[in-house]
């Protein structure tokens, strides 16, 4: 359903000629609401009359209502697609990200930009060429062969790559907060200038129709979704980068981060940052109210997070890189954060444990140089506040398992009192493993942390049976899902809440009822679940598990052959 659209003050009205699939152009008229009319190469139309004369509608018209109803950043995603060519997923989001980031930070330049040259109120007698007048105001300075109007003149020179690369070069030169941040990948050989060219066009045209108050929001929004549908497009890797954003919705729900700092050690893209931010905003709170702080061990994921927290107005200069890690050289030593909301590698086993033996942050017992788990949350314990809460994702054998001082550590935390609750999730929720996975709250102070005391109680919640699947492989919660686990968490933690244990979902449990089951924490036990659907042997589990996984890798790789041996099908009469 091709549509060539064609500038004019006028639009086309369609006759029927015959009933033989021909149809004639009649004449022009004037649009009194358009500058723009539509030519469909279809066969056939239907009479439509002069006062909708803008919309041709065709024995495909229903196709065509459906694709106009879909969401800005859906349309979006598919023309950019379209352009991508034989590009990895991988890289093409670099490239793509890349230039909806420099379209957001020029917007902004611009827009202050035009108040500076205006020299109105307090803007009187500013310079509009001045970097110092833009780091005032937190904006980024864009130099002018950087700025988004002259890459657009330049988008279908042959040259274009080479243009954007040195433009994000100079971009880095004014910024030093965007040293090493920005790609510079846009000369390489596998990028078709004129599909970079579409590129440009396309995301120049993002928020187009939207006030300039708003175009900041429309490419913020933008960049999350196209994180989403990059990781999704890179299946397991892209979980490497990507937490579902169910998943982290959920977290932040929960937690309640309204003011104080924010901490994630392993913070990805920045997922968990961005969700805060909009949780602060949609509460009528202030996003000044909370500070980020973070680390990453990828330098490639790092640099997507600088961008993603960058665009949206976020103060990055708290989220830190290093090769090493948190474990090996924490980037915020003496950091005590309000909140702890994480997603850390399921059961890493090459986490330099061996180096760590005596470190200070092991209070609750030496964890595992094979596993990870409760070095991960005693890391979270250590960097919390004495009133903090913590957030975070973990593999659900942690809640069992007793291998190598695991379930002393385990004890040891619950008779420390400071496990607040356990949500078991369901499956398929992530992308790079079909490990089962759940959530743990951790706080610091359970007696006199703002709610009621629940010193000697533990929230159990099995949402197992929640979620629908929006792919064969892949999960999320509605929204109705998460306010059904955030009110329940909420309810039973408040003073004023109206609480209830519901059989086959939720369960307050004592600490000594804790004890009796060998402090063992899957919800399924608490809250009335059979055994048999709740508990395995893990071993048999893991190795299933592992053959399902070398299953998908087998699919992954017979897929890639089969859109190379697509690639090489001509059809006749096609191009």
């Known amino acids: 359903s091709l549509s060539f659209i064609i500038d004019a003050s006028f639009c086309l009205q369609r006759y ?10 009649s004449f022009i008229s004037p649009c009194k609401n358009h500058n723009k009319f539509v030519v469909h190469p279809f066969q056939s139309a239907q009479l439509r009359d002069s006062e909708n004369c803008c919309i041709i509608k065709s024995n495909m018209s229903n196709k065509n209502t459906d694709a106009q109803k879909e969401p ?102 004014e910024n030093p907060s965007l040293k090493d941040v920005l790609p510079k990948v846009y000369a390489r050989g596998n990028l078709d200038p004129a599909n970079l060219g579409g590129l440009i066009d396309l ?74 931010e909009k949780f602060v905003a949609q509460h009528q709170g202030r996003v000044n109210d909370i500070s980020i702080y973070g680390q990453e061990s990828n330098l ?11 665009i949206r107005g976020l103060d990055i200069t708290q989220v830190k890189w290093n090769n090493e890690g948190s474990f090996l050289n924490d980037a915020h030593k003496d950091l005590k954060a309000d909140f702890v909301i994480a997603n850390p590698p399921f059961n890493d086993s090459d986490w330099s444990g061996d180096l760590l033996r005596k470190d200070a942050r092991w209070m609750y017992g030496l964890p595992p140089a094979g596993n990870a788990n409760y070095a991960w949350i005693q890391h979270f314990i250590y960097h919390l506040s004495p009133r903090g809460t913590a957030g975070f994702v973990l593999a659900k054998g942690s809640l069992t398992s007793k291998s190598s001082g695991e379930g002393d550590i385990r004890k040891a935390l619950i008779e420390a009192r400071l496990v607040d609750c356990i949500v078991n999730l369901p499956t398929k929720l992530f992308l790079n493993t079909p490990i089962p996975a759940c959530l743990w709250f951790l706080s610091r102070n359970k ?7 629940r010193t000697d109680e533990i929230l159990f919640i099995d949402a197992r049976n929640l979620g629908h699947l929006i792919n064969r492989r892949t999960r999320e919660l509605s929204r109705e899902d998460m306010e059904k686990i955030a009110s329940t968490y909420h309810n039973w933690r408040n003073s004023n809440g109206t609480y209830q244990d519901v059989k086959g979902f939720c369960n307050s449990a004592s600490i000594e009822r804790v004890q009796e089951l060998d402090y063992v924490l899957t919800p399924g036990r608490y809250v009335g679940l059979p055994d048999d659907e709740d508990d395995f042997d893990f071993a048999e589990r893991f190795s299933a598990l592992k053959a399902e996984e070398e299953a998908l890798k087998e699919e992954e790789r017979l897929n890639e052959v089969i859109k190379e041996n697509l690639k090489k099908i001509k059809i006749e009469g096609k191009e």
């Open 16 to 25: 029927y000629t015959s009933r033989r699939k021909k149809t004639s152009l």
């Open 447 to 453: 007696a006199n942390g703002g709610y009621r005391t």
């Open 203 to 276: 995301i120049g045209n993002i928020a187009m129709h939207d006030a300039k108050a708003r175009s900041a929001d429309v490419l913020g929004h933008v960049f999350e979704y196209f994180l989403g549908e990059f990781a999704l497009a890179e299946g397991k890797k892209g979980g490497q980068f990507y937490t579902p954003r169910s998943v982290v919705e959920l977290l932040v729900e929960m937690l309640e981060p309204y003011r104080g700092r924010v901490f994630d050690p392993c913070c990805g893209s920045g997922g968990m940052f961005v969700q805060s």
């Open 300 to 310: 490639t994921t790092w640099r997507l997070c600088k961008m993603n927290l960058a």
């Open 72 to 173: 800005l950043e859906k349309q979006l995603w598919k023309a950019a697609d379209k352009l991508r060519k034989n590009i990895d997923a991988a890289e093409y989001k670099h490239i793509v990200l890349g230039l909806i980031f420099l379209k957001y930070i020029s917007d902004a330049f611009e827009s202050l930009y035009e108040k500076l040259k205006k020299g109105e109120g307090d803007y009187a007698g500013a310079d509009p060429e001045d970097r110092d007048e833009y780091q005032a105001e937190n904006v980024f300075f864009v130099p002018p062969e950087a700025r988004w109007s002259f890459l657009q003149a330049e988008a279908k020179k042959p040259t274009i790559g080479t243009t954007v690369d040195a433009a994000m070069d100079a971009i880095e030169k």
